[in-house]
């Protein structure tokens, strides 16, 4: 069996993008899909914390939403070093309206991910990102770890809510 380093060496920008259409919409390879988990979830529980000293769902994507305009911004040249509104920014208006348009910014802010991904070629996953030592490549498999990562913390978060 192949390990993740050789399959990542592997993978061409097309099926990376895949990879990353899967991970946010559906058919992920490790359970549901960012949006998947966030379906039906109403402003209240997205803002609530049922884990003492753990992020809400709603902190979650707005690090995600950040982090994913840090990397699309890295991906097109930018040395950005992190989010300008913060690592896990403050959630300020609690209303259903807010959470509808913070859900749109994380869309958002995915697809753009996708074109810049999409835009690159085969060759330029072997190029150093503007000001880091690691290559394209490196950068977008951390980019898919994240994403799954937070979905999981999501997931659990998610269970809080059927007690």
Do not use: C
């Not at 999409?118 to 898919?144: N, P, W």
Request: zero cysteines.
């Amino acid at each position: 069996m192949k390990g993740e380093n050789e399959m990542l060496e592997e993978m061409n920008i097309v099926d990376i993008v895949d990879e990353l259409k899967r991970i946010h919409e559906d058919d992920a390879w490790h359970g549901p899909a960012l949006r998947e988990l966030l379906f039906g979830v109403r402003a209240e529980q997205a803002a609530v914390r049922p884990i003492p000293n753990a992020h809400s769902i709603w902190e979650l994507v707005l690090h995600i939403i950040g982090w994913e305009n840090v990397f699309r911004l890295r991906l097109e040249g930018h040395p950005v070093s992190t989010p300008p509104e913060g690592d896990f920014p403050p959630v300020e208006d609690t209303s259903q309206q807010a959470w509808a348009e913070t859900l749109s910014r994380l869309d958002d802010s995915h697809a753009q991910l996708i074109n810049i991904v999409a835009g690159l070629s085969d060759s330029t996953l072997q190029a150093k990102v503007a000001g880091k030592d690691y290559t394209t490549r490196f950068l977008i498999s951390g980019i898919v770890r994240h994403h799954v990562y937070h979905a999981g913390q999501i997931a659990l978060l998610k269970k809080a809510f059927s007690k």
